[in-house]
């Protein structure tokens, strides 16, 4: 017969004896117990109200609020700063708790995937703390947790608020002069592509942690963040001026460079969308719910000249509330982002007809290739929606070095080893509708028109005005000449509309709108399926 003890024991809980329960505790787990408590909130109410003065939360309760309940386990909380030879030992217990860098690993959205799917490791800076600045100790502990992450497959999540590297830890001025051998920052990098690495940072972020945000696969950005590769101290000893910490790349500066991914309200925000964007690598969602197909039908306007938000198509496309906008105003020609259809991931690229008509300029194929590196590296399959007339032209787009910029969607798409599927919305014109297309229509797993779609080698009535420059100037009569050139757009557009593109095999199909999330279902289930180890590119640019 079993003993209350021997059910206690079996269940994985302590017995419990009343000798056990009035026995004092001993001395060193005492002493541990108060150690652990000086870098708790509830223990530092004077932290936690300046950081709400800022409307900003602890390093700790952003850790807390990503991961799942009672799954984080933390390494090297007792750590504090290497100050010992200039400051009292409590001192630093008291005001350096774990060297201001909260490290560990826990569960993210472990309620919607599988455990192994949901594992990721932390790294915060904790402002609080000598202003999440670099020590040497917490410097010891990310090299430690960066070799674990890269080792064991572990997404990175990173919060990075603070202001590079700190003086004045005087106890490793014995074994270092200026620390340039540090590992870290190629630890950090050789994380880039082997795993999801997600920034996130609300406030200042200057120098070494500003070097490592931007390793990041993306940016999750507070609107009241700052980020340079230099602080104002470091621009000021550089004899540069002097500037206020929030004169230094403001969001309204890093959201329009390209810098900044996502721009967000506020910290719980960016908690929120930081487990949004992780969720598209973890897997296939086990529930999901879609608007109704039929809508996508009316979308294109009848008038072949009338721009439209080809936001709404890829949300009418997608999986309800499933769409996330990367950069949304870096590169506006162009709209990147993740979706889900029928739960499952998708990365998404699409002409936006409301900017230079859907023309693709620099920034935009910028913005498209590193997507496409994203998802190659993850195993993310790719959808390409196109509406464009080609690659933007002039002499003004050539000074942006608009042919390196552009080729980088021939490139990389020609890489790709994922599934591609491109749906031609409107016009299909020249190069650019062919880097659409991974490079050229049959690229791709699939490349299907909606009936709207028509398609030309560049833009047709450019063709007539170029093909039949001298039977048009031939003809004196302003309104017969009119008419000739009418008469010749209009056998362009019927001879390269979808219907006769399909009939020609330039094109796989033409199909119903309504039809399109069944199309590439279907494409998805035929493509063969590949591990993210095989990604032909190891690692993801910064740029």
Not at 206 to 221: E, K, Q, S, T, Y
Not at 463 to 477: H, P, S, Y
Request: charged share 25%; net charge neutral; glycine share 10%.
């Amino acid at each position: 017969m079993k003993t209350d003890q021997d059910k206690n024991e079996m269940a994985g809980k302590p017995a419990q004896t009343k000798q056990s329960e009035s026995k004092p505790i001993r001395p060193e787990l005492a002493e541990l117990i108060k150690r652990q408590s000086f870098g708790l909130d509830e223990n530092r109410p004077d932290v936690v109200a300046k950081r709400k003065e800022k409307n900003q939360r602890t390093a700790r309760a952003n850790v807390m609020d990503l991961c799942d309940d009672g799954s984080f386990i933390e390494y090297g909380a007792l750590a504090i700063a290497a100050q010992r030879g200039r400051r009292k030992i409590e001192d630093l217990i008291a005001r350096t708790p774990t060297d201001g860098m909260i490290a560990g690993v826990g569960a993210v959205n472990g309620s919607i995937f599988n455990e192994d799917k949901s594992r990721c490791m932390v790294l915060a800076y904790d402002y609080t703390v000598l202003a999440g600045t670099q020590g040497f100790f917490n410097h010891k502990k990310k090299d430690r947790m960066l070799h674990l992450a890269h080792e064991q497959r572990l997404p990175l999540i990173f919060f990075a608020e603070g202001g590079g590297g700190r003086p004045g830890d005087v106890d490793a001025e014995g074994v270092v002069i200026a620390g340039l051998d540090l590992t870290t920052f190629g630890a950090f990098a050789r994380l880039s592509g082997h795993v999801p690495v997600v920034g996130v940072l609300s406030g200042f972020c200057f120098a070494g942690n500003a070097a490592l945000l931007g390793c990041c696969d993306v940016i999750i950005a507070t609107k009241n963040s700052n980020i340079g590769m230099g602080g104002p101290v470091m621009i000021e000893g550089g004899g540069l001026g002097v500037f206020q910490p929030e004169e230094v790349g403001p969001m309204d500066i890093q959201t329009q460079n390209g810098v900044v991914d996502i721009e967000v309200e506020d910290d719980v925000e960016a908690v929120a969308v930081a487990k949004k964007y992780l969720s598209y690598f973890q897997g296939i969602a086990p529930s999901w719910e879609a608007g109704d197909p039929s809508r996508l039908r009316t979308l294109i306007p009848e008038s072949r000249k009338r721009a439209y938000n080809v936001r709404s198509v890829i949300k009418g496309i997608a999986d309800t509330d499933s769409f996330l906008e990367l950069k949304p105003k870096f590169g506006p020609s162009m709209v990147t982002g993740l979706m889900r259809i029928e739960g499952r991931p998708f990365g998404v690229i699409a002409n936006n007809s409301m900017v230079t008509a859907g023309a693709i300029e620099a920034e935009g194929a910028d913005k498209v290739a590193r997507l496409m590196q994203i998802c190659n590296a993850h195993g993310v399959p790719i959808l390409s929606l196109c509406d464009t007339p080609g690659f933007m032209v002039g002499p003004e787009i050539e000074k942006r070095a608009q042919v390196r910029h552009v080729c980088r969607m021939f490139v990389i798409g020609s890489h790709l080893s994922v599934p591609y599927f491109t749906v031609v919305l409107r016009r299909g014109y020249g190069l650019g509708a062919m880097a659409m297309a991974k490079g050229g229509f049959h690229e791709s797993f699939f490349t299907a028109a909606w009936p709207t779609g028509e398609f030309g080698g560049m833009g047709l009535e450019g063709a007539v005005k170029a093909g039949f420059k001298k039977e048009l100037a031939a003809i004196d009569d302003p309104q017969k000449r009119e008419e000739l050139y009418d008469f010749l757009v209009a056998q362009l557009y019927e001879r390269g509309k979808a219907i006769n593109m399909a009939a020609y095999l330039e094109i796989d199909a033409v199909i119903d709108p309504a039809d399109t999330r069944k199309w590439i279902m279907q494409g998805l289930k035929s493509a063969p399926a590949r591990q993210p180890e095989v990604a032909s590119h190891s690692f993801i640019d910064p740029w």
